[in-house]
């Protein structure tokens, strides 16, 4: 009997917008990703550098001692193995599980003139990864919160891209702004790239003012006459838990095992992984 072929999904979690929880979800799902089994990298490709210090924890000076961040991968001098660190998870259901990730550093932006002048520069990132898809399942990808040159790399690598989006208008035409810089992306270097889905963060049920309810059903229209029902993954409410993880430097499954956003990530997790089976 033949032995089926590994295959690593790289995906991008982006929006042309600030503030839709793009990091957030990042984690999260890598984290519930690695709980299901699977090797997770994650890659923080924002030089704010949220998703770096969501995983480093809260000591004093953590950010400023990592020595090689994805700049220096990019730049060259250094490989993306060499710039990988681990998570250190405190919930016995992940503490044997692989949660890797490479970090952001604050003076990434320095590296942006250089880079966009190399010949080969919408390569570089999937170049970079490529050595290492053998060794995870899934590489999730955390985008600025605006079209630079790191989303336009991450989308030139990705194999998939999810959209996060608050319900409300901004987010709305963020999704417009991305799915129109994807098309740019398709048509110049990543012909393949294809749409996982979008999960529509902070959301409230409870809620029944017309901007909430309105902007709900306009990402739900706007994503289904594109794509299809199914590509609207999930709803993820909000939850305090999410800021005391982030305040901790952990994640959410180490701060609180039972929360409904637990429940709603596992819920969108495994909706991504069945939309890019």
Same mark, same amino acid.
Request: positive net charge.
């Given at each position: 009997m033949s032995q089926e072929t590994h295959v690593c999904r790289v995906i991008a979690i982006?929006?042309? =917008?600030?503030?839709?929880?793009?990091?957030?979800?990042?984690?999260?799902l890598g984290a519930q990703l690695a709980e299901l089994g699977h090797r997770v990298l994650l890659i923080d490709l924002d030089p704010q550098a949220n998703l770096t210090k969501h995983l480093i924890g809260k000591e004093p000076g953590a950010l400023e001692a990592i020595e090689l961040h994805i700049g220096d991968v990019l730049s060259g001098s250094t490989t993306l193995a060499d710039a990988v660190l681990a998570y250190s998870s405190t919930n016995p259901d992940l503490m044997d599980?692989?949660? #890797?990730?490479?970090?952001?550093?604050?003076?990434?932006?320095?590296?942006? =003139?250089?880079?966009?002048?190399?010949?080969?520069?919408?390569?570089?990132?999937r170049k970079a990864i490529r050595p290492l898809r053998p060794h995870y399942d899934y590489v999730l990808l955390d985008c600025p919160p605006q079209m630079s040159l790191f989303t336009y790399l991450a989308l030139a690598a990705a194999d998939y891209f999810l959209v996060t989006s608050l319900a409300a208008t901004f987010s709305y035409d963020g999704i417009k702004n991305i799915f129109e810089a994807v098309e740019d992306v398709r048509d110049s270097v990543n012909p393949n790239l294809q749409f996982a889905g979008v999960g529509i963060m902070r959301y409230n049920p409870k809620i029944r003012h017309k901007p909430h309810e309105n902007a709900v059903n306009k990402i739900e229209q706007l994503v289904t006459e594109q794509f299809g029902r199914d590509k609207v993954l999930g709803y993820v409410r909000e939850d305090r838990m999410v800021e005391a993880a982030q305040e901790e430097g952990r994640i959410i #499954?180490?701060?609180?095992?039972?929360?409904?956003?637990?429940?709603?990530?596992?819920a969108l997790t495994t909706k991504l992984v069945e939309a890019v089976r």
């Open positions: 982006t929006n042309n =917008k600030g503030g839709v929880c793009k990091t957030t979800t990042t984690v999260a599980k692989t949660l #890797h990730f490479v970090p952001a550093s604050y003076i990434m932006e320095q590296y942006e =003139k250089g880079l966009s002048k190399k010949p080969e520069m919408p390569q570089l990132l #499954h180490d701060v609180a095992t039972l929360s409904r956003v637990k429940d709603d990530y596992y």
